[in-house]
């Protein structure tokens, strides 16, 4: 445990085989879309860069596609070449000069993808896709496991610290374990062992095709809330599996895309969901990560401290203030900028195909382009109304070192 009287269990540091995180705050991996941007690459380091200088303890980045045909969109994300690999150094590089740790993740979209090669282990239209996807073939199901180790292998050299396995969430490997996606007769359907064959294969793989050191976080769906989803049952075996086949970590994720049950929105409470992490990690004996509806350094400190799980997953709160953990590490819990879960300016843009940024903090996903610093010469300057937009501007000038007076109509 730390010496930190704030938040001692989520700043405390966790040993990780040859690695050590500095506490137990990862930044879940989110989609952005700015490696699609021009200067991508850099866009992509200094966004994950800053989060890193604000305390962060491990960086997981947005999915990669293992192959072309786990795009979850045409042209999206992916890595699958070394010609490749310069760019994601830019980003490995970037955030471990800034103090933290960087994992890929790696995902293939399965019948999520919105493209013509979108292919599934049964060819079910998803309820929130218009296309219907091709059933892998089994020479093809065994080529998609040796992709996602050749990615973890590329991300390796590329420096990454790690990878996270998306296994949860209704994307390809977990419409493998779900009866609900899975209607093969073949050895990778039918019955649980053989619904849990594919998973179990990719980690196995990676573990293999990798050094020791390199970490493997596999994220399991602890809650699937569809119809015809694994059940708990099945779940806690399949976690079991997992750290047999040679995960390291456990990350746990919450509900399909297509489940009709809100997991991440506003009117959802704090730390709903980490029950549902308990669960498996009172059957692993790797460390499990917490996720969902934790925008708060006291939730996290409470699912922990009530043995939820060992880490906490935060994406959304750490795109609205990048400095979470150092704000919450000096005792400056009130100046945090807590992220309200409205989705509009991260989900809803990334659903009409825009890149990613804050309502709360409109500079996220900017940081190359609106970069605050210090100004050349400091001057007095008045702010006339105290709303948001002269509430913004009077913050930016004293961040920039101006002496400010803002004024506002009422008291």
Known sequence: MTNNPHFPLMLAPLKLKHNELKNRIIMGAMHTRLEALPNGAQRLADFYAERARGGVGLII????????????????????????????????????????KIFLQILHAGRYG??????????????????????LEPAQVEQTIKDFSTCAQLAHKAGYDGVEIMGSEGYLINQFTAARTNQRDDKWGGSVDNRHRFPLEIVRTI?????????????????ELVEDGATGTQIISLAK?????????????????????????????????????????????IPVVVSNRLNTPETVEEVLRDGHGDLAYLAR???????????????????????IAC????????????????????????ETDLQIIPADKPKRIAVIGGGAAGMAAASI?????????????NE
């Not at 596609?65 to 994300?77: D, S, V």
């Not at 573990?207 to 809650?223: G, N, V």
């Not at 709160?317 to 992220?339: H, M, S, T, Y």
């Not at 000038?397 to 109509?409: I, K, M, N, Y």
């Open 61 to 100: 980045t947005g999915g990669y596609a293992p192959n072309k045909a786990g795009h979850l969109e045409m042209n999206g994300p992916i890595l699958h070449e070394h010609a490749q690999i310069d760019d994601h150094q830019i980003v490995t590089k970037a955030v471990h000069e800034a103090g933290s």
């Open 114 to 135: 919105a493209t013509l090669k979108t292919v599934a282990p049964s060819a079910i239209r998803a309820p929130i896709s218009p296309l219907t996807p091709k059933a």
């Open 207 to 223: 573990r293999a095709d990798t050094p020791d050191e390199f970490i493997i976080m596999y994220r399991i769906s602890s809650l």
């Open 241 to 285: 599996e997992i750290e047999q086949a040679g995960a390291d970590i456990l990350s746990t994720g919450i509900g399909w895309h297509e489940a009709r049950i809100p997991t991440i929105v506003y009117m959802v409470p704090r730390g709903t969901w980490s029950f549902a992490a308990r669960r498996i990690k009172e059957a692993v004996n």
């Open 317 to 339: 709160p750490l795109l609205a203030d990048p400095d979470f953990v150092n704000k919450a590490a000096a005792g400056e819990r009130d100046q945090i900028n807590i992220c």
């Open 343 to 366: 989705n509009q300016a991260c989900l809803d843009y990334i659903f009409k195909a825009k890149a990613a940024t804050c309502l709360v903090n409109p500079r996220a996903g900017h």
């Open 397 to 409: 000038a004293g961040a920039r070192g101006h002496s400010v007076t803002l004024f506002e109509e």
